[in-house]
Nanobody
């Protein structure tokens, strides 16, 4: 399974970005796709997750109001729509796949496959 994240960039506070994660190779083995983010020197933290086949997205509570995770199985893509961005959202954002179908947000240790990350920088 390979994941390719894209869509990051430099934006101003209050702007929006949509990240994309294209999944390829063995998608039949995937149960859940999640988004994570990591600031240099800090642990990678979960943002949101969604089952690969049916079901709704789940979020870390602090991001629920501004972020939306969705999927398009025909395009093998999972999206993370981020609105009202804040400087503290600055991080490298990663998508990852877990072979098991999960309900809720789970830690990075549960995920077997990772994309390369895309940088999001929010200026004040």
């Amino acid at each position: 399974v390979q994941l390719q994240a894209s869509g990051g960039g430099l934006v101003q506070a209050g702007d929006s970005l949509r990240l994309s994660c294209v999944v390829s190779g063995g998608t039949f083995t995937i149960g859940t796709v999640g988004w994570f983010r990591q600031v240099l020197g800090k642990e990678r933290e979960p943002v949101a997750a969604i089952p690969w086949r049916g079901g709704i997205g789940h979020y870390v509570e602090s991001m629920k109001a501004r972020f939306t995770i969705s999927r398009d199985n025909a395009k093998r893509t999972v999206y993370l729509q981020m609105n009202s961005l804040k400087p503290e959202d600055t991080a490298v954002y990663y998508c990852a796949a877990d072979p098991r179908r999960r309900v809720g947000v789970t830690p990075s240790s549960q995920y077997a496959y990772w994309g390369q990350g895309t940088q999001v920088t929010v200026s004040s």
